[in-house]
């Protein structure tokens, strides 16, 4: 079974759409946007089309391991995709003039840069994970539609701040060199593992509500989603 979430659909029918105007605009200028980031950034929009679309999101609310595949294209897939796109500096490169500048000057700003130091990435990484798997919330986000589809958001956006930092060459404050964008990797990993465990060892089942009719037992479930977070996380 599939679903049709139109919020979401529309929301990426416009980042296609900006994006591919944006390398039209330069087209027109005689550059050339080179076509494996192009290839990149429409992928994770596809990505993120699977996860709020397809039979994944129909079980998202239903099903722990549903939910942790969707997680993990959300978190980690599309994202990755998503920055390897390139779409700041796709941004930076269509701006001339004033509007460029002022592109920059935000890019580069406090806000900004606070948002993408690599601590505060991953602090912010650290904290989301954690707390929304390990702390009583996923009961909450399981229950109640408007909650997922909140954390649907956070775990995209928090995704994205930490791979515009991971991916390097973003146009902001921060450009670090291989050894610690490894280790900012490393750390992520260190995370999924962690809570993967947790859950993989729980013996308290995730609140959820298997479809009827389906012979689904809860703590198993469970589990397997702990296992799927903590053996999927990290191969990604």
């Not at 994944?56 to 796109?85: C, Q, R």
């Not at 930076?92 to 920059?104: C, D, F, K, Q, W």
């Amino acid at each position: 079974a599939w679903q049709l979430d139109p919020v979401a659909l529309a929301v990426l029918l416009v980042l296609a759409t900006a994006y591919l105007t944006g390398i039209i605009g330069l087209s027109r200028r005689g550059e050339r946007w080179p076509v494996p980031y192009t290839l990149s950034f429409l992928a994770g929009l596809v990505v993120c089309g699977l996860a709020t679309n397809s039979s994944i999101a129909v079980y998202d609310m239903s099903l722990l391991t549903a939910h942790m595949l969707g997680h993990l294209m959300l978190v980690m897939l599309a994202p990755a995709l998503l920055m390897a796109g390139r779409p700041f500096n796709l941004l930076l490169a269509t701006a001339h003039g004033e509007r460029r500048e002022r592109i920059g000057r935000i890019l580069h700003g406090r806000t900004v840069s606070l948002l993408t130091a690599p601590p505060v990435a991953l602090a912010s990484y650290t904290v989301v994970i954690v707390g929304t798997h390990l702390t009583g919330l996923m009961d909450e986000i399981m229950r109640y539609t408007w909650l997922g589809q909140l954390e649907h958001l956070t775990y995209l956006v928090l995704g994205c701040q930490f791979f515009i930092v991971v991916l390097g060459d973003p146009p902001i404050r921060w450009r670090l060199g291989v050894p610690a964008r490894l280790f900012m990797l490393a750390i992520s990993m260190a995370v999924d593992t962690f809570t993967g465990i947790v859950l993989l060892q729980t013996k308290t089942a995730i609140h959820m509500m298997p479809p009827p009719g389906a012979n689904i037992n809860p703590l198993t479930d469970t589990q397997t989603g702990g296992a799927i977070m903590w053996f999927g996380g990290d191969a990604i």
